[in-house]
């Protein structure tokens, strides 16, 4: 059965909402280090000392409870797991905590509507803005107080130094001789997290040690990992007793640098007292005797389970929570959640993994589909086919799978196989709009701008704010003489989403067939980001008539791109219509791979006939775009040569043709209207 793509979402939300209100190490469950009598606009509020934090962070409903104004700014962050918050910023706020006034905007936290802050206090409070107090923690009340001087008990005490840091980070010296950076981090529920190598290690010296996998959601990331139980475990000369260790999940590696040695989480930050010397960047430790208080991960002698966070589990998973759930398909789904995140910042191959990790759990054809997604972004469409063919092996119906096979078979020129895909897929879903825009691009691939157009519109009908189809139908509109048409579509889509470079570069494009050159190339600067917007404003200036433009727009093509033909060529018809020569461009057409732009190149620099053209072009099949490509290029050859009525006779030619060629058509059509004019005047 076909679930729909927003019921894909909501399954997503669904999942994620489980992982964090259930997870182990979901923040909003564990008590926060607190500052007492902290104050916002002279208001008394509830301010959590988050030391692993980059900067202080405020929640949106705290900001409206105080009274200051939000605007909502981005996305999510990149150190923000995916779906959980966007970022915003409030007006200037007066904040008192740890023995200082600062007055600052403050970023703002906007949870989704699953997401409760409640036990997260009003804000979270990063050390850098309170990095020049001394700071008492006291473990049993989970406190933070400000004081005056430093306390005379702790000079005999452990101590090391502050790094420089947004985050709280301490120098520990090894057992080897290194230093290694630790991160407090008062916000990970955990004890002592280490990135997976040092784990690796930890593991092979700990012969009796039980090792539980545990699922782990927070603010920051989400994932699968383990964790054991250590009865003593030493960074150096800190030696802490009865606390739990964990593998680090990928979200929490934003940390690592080359000395890093890991992260010192609240529980591990229970198992002692902690006194911070702000000022002359010193940090006091004393290890506390055990036993440790309760964690519902590990039942242990003498020590009842938290009545707060009771453990369940199935097979070796642990996570602490109330139900009993499917613990692979929540592993997976956070390890799904991170591969998004990764892959939306172009961290191709930690997404894979991720995904492959998330399939050896949960062999779903959802995640093959989104597996084969990421390879097709990375480049490797062979996987991506294999990867979607294994979806479709598990369920021959996932209509998402043939979708985004057909798209990949498309790109890969398996023309029969890509609207095999996509036709099965509108056999069985007629009522997807998704799996009509699949059809409408396959045949805009392949130059049926007219079936596109049909198939787009019919996705409009059934979703007409489609902006994908809006988009598709636009350029479809455009490249088949339509600008008017276009023009409406792509105004349409821009409103949808206003940032689409690709949306400008076409929009240009139908501009500059209406006449208005001036907003085409406005256009264009705002397409920037999109990688054919050079070319296009190459065709803008050329159709234009502005030749000098166009040339240095062809010549950066030339040198940006490896598709050089069309570029070269448009180059030498400017360079040769101007008076300037072209010196190497028949050496240049002699080195490129067989096509139809060596073959114009063979002719205009007479190593070719223009009946060999012709059957280059045209060939047995009469292929009428290529026939229209042909009759352009052979006018411009004519234009070149002053035979103005053999250049006409070929671009009216061009122009009869039923099939038209994208490019050449519009060329030709200036050229005719520029002949046109000459001989008015």
């Given at each position: ?54 900067q202080t962070r405020i929640f949106q409903q705290s900001a409206d409870h105080f009274g200051l104004k939000i605007v909502v700014t981005a996305p999510p962050e990149n150190t923000v797991g995916k779906g959980i918050a966007r970022s915003a ?473 490896n598709d050089v033909g069309v570029s070269a060529l448009h180059r030498h018809f400017l360079l040769q219509r101007m008076g300037r020569p072209d010196e190497g461009f028949a050496s240049f057409v002699d080195s490129w791979p067989a096509g ?86």
């Amino acid at each position: 059965m076909k679930t729909p793509r927003r019921g894909f979402e909501l399954l997503g939300q669904s999942l994620l909402l489980l992982s964090i209100l259930l997870a182990g190490g979901c923040r909003t469950r564990e008590a926060r280090v607190r500052f007492p009598n902290a104050t916002v606009n002279g208001q008394p509020a509830r301010l959590v000392f988050d030391s692993g934090s980059d900067q202080t962070r405020i929640f949106q409903q705290s900001a409206d409870h105080f009274g200051l104004k939000i605007v909502v700014t981005a996305p999510p962050e990149n150190t923000v797991g995916k779906g959980i918050a966007r970022s915003a910023v409030s007006e200037p706020a007066v904040l008192q905590v740890g023995g200082q006034e600062l007055t600052n905007q403050l970023p703002v936290l906007l949870p989704p509507w699953f997401m409760s802050t409640a036990n997260l206090g009003d804000m979270l409070i990063s050390w850098h803005d309170v990095r020049r107090s001394i700071l008492v923690f006291d473990p049993s009340n989970r406190v933070i107080h400000s004081a005056l001087n430093l306390p005379s008990q702790v000079t005999n005490w452990l101590h090391f130094k502050i790094c420089p840091d947004q985050q709280l980070y301490l120098e520990i010296p090894l057992a080897d001789g290194t230093r290694a950076a630790f991160l407090v981090d008062t916000g990970n529920p955990g004890g002592v997290i280490l990135p997976p190598a040092k784990w690796d290690e930890w593991q092979k010296t700990q012969t009796n040690a039980q090792v539980k996998k545990r699922l782990v959601a927070n603010i920051g990331g989400y994932g699968a990992t383990q964790e054991a139980w250590a009865d003593e475990l030493s960074l150096g000369p800190l030696t802490l007793s009865d606390l739990p260790v964990q593998r680090m999940i990928h979200s929490e590696l934003r940390h690592e640098t080359a000395n890093f040695g890991g992260t010192i989480g609240l529980y591990a930050l229970a198992r002692m007292e902690m006194v911070l010397d702000g000022p002359n960047q010193q940090a006091y430790l004393r290890p506390l005797p055990p036993p440790g208080p309760a964690y519902g991960h590990f039942d242990r002698p003498g020590i009842k389970p938290d009545a707060k966070q009771p453990a369940t589990g199935q097979g070796d998973w642990t996570v602490v929570g109330d139900l009993r759930l499917d613990y692979q398909t929540l592993a997976a789904s956070a390890l799904v959640d991170s591969a998004f995140s990764k892959s939306s910042r172009g961290l191709f191959a930690g997404a894979l993994a991720d995904l492959t990790q998330a399939i050896a759990l949960t062999p779903s054809p959802d995640y093959f589909r989104y597996r084969a997604s990421v390879r097709r972004l990375s480049h490797d469409l062979a996987g991506a086919v294999a990867d979607c063919t294994r979806a479709l092996e598990l369920d021959p119906n996932h209509g998402d799978s043939l979708k985004q096979r057909a798209l990949i078979e498309s790109a890969l020129g398996r023309t029969n196989e890509a609207f095999q895909d996509v036709n099965r897929d509108l056999e069985l879903y007629p009522l997807d709009p998704e799996a009509w825009l699949t059809r409408g691009k396959v045949r805009a691939e392949h130059n049926d701008l007219i079936g596109s157009i049909d198939d787009l519109s019919h996705c409009l009908t059934l979703q007409s704010n489609n902006p994908a189809a809006l988009l598709g139908r636009g350029y479809a509109r455009t490249w088949s003489g339509q600008p008017a048409e276009a023009l409406r579509d792509l105004n349409a889509a821009l409103k949808l989403n206003p940032g689409n470079p690709e949306a400008y570069a076409h929009r240009a494009f139908a501009k500059c067939l209406l006449g208005d050159f001036r907003g085409a190339l406005s256009d264009c600067a705002h397409a920037r980001k999109y990688p054919g917007t050079l070319g296009i404003r190459a065709m803008i200036y050329e159709i234009q008539g502005d030749f000098e433009s166009a040339l240095a727009d062809w010549s950066r093509m030339i040198k940006s791109t490896n598709d050089v033909g069309v570029s070269a060529l448009h180059r030498h018809f400017l360079l040769q219509r101007m008076g300037r020569p072209d010196e190497g461009f028949a050496s240049f057409v002699d080195s490129w791979p067989a096509g139809w732009e060596k073959s114009v190149g063979l002719f205009i620099t007479g190593k070719s006939s223009e009946e060999a053209l012709k059957r280059s072009y045209v060939g047995e099949a009469g292929d009428q775009q290529a026939t229209c490509r042909y009759y352009y290029y052979l006018g411009m050859a004519r234009l070149l040569a002053r035979d103005q009525v053999g250049a006409r006779q070929a671009w009216e030619a061009c122009l009869a043709t039923e099939r038209r060629d994208l490019g050449s058509f519009h060329f030709a059509r200036a050229e005719l209207s520029r002949l046109n004019g000459a001989r008015a005047r």
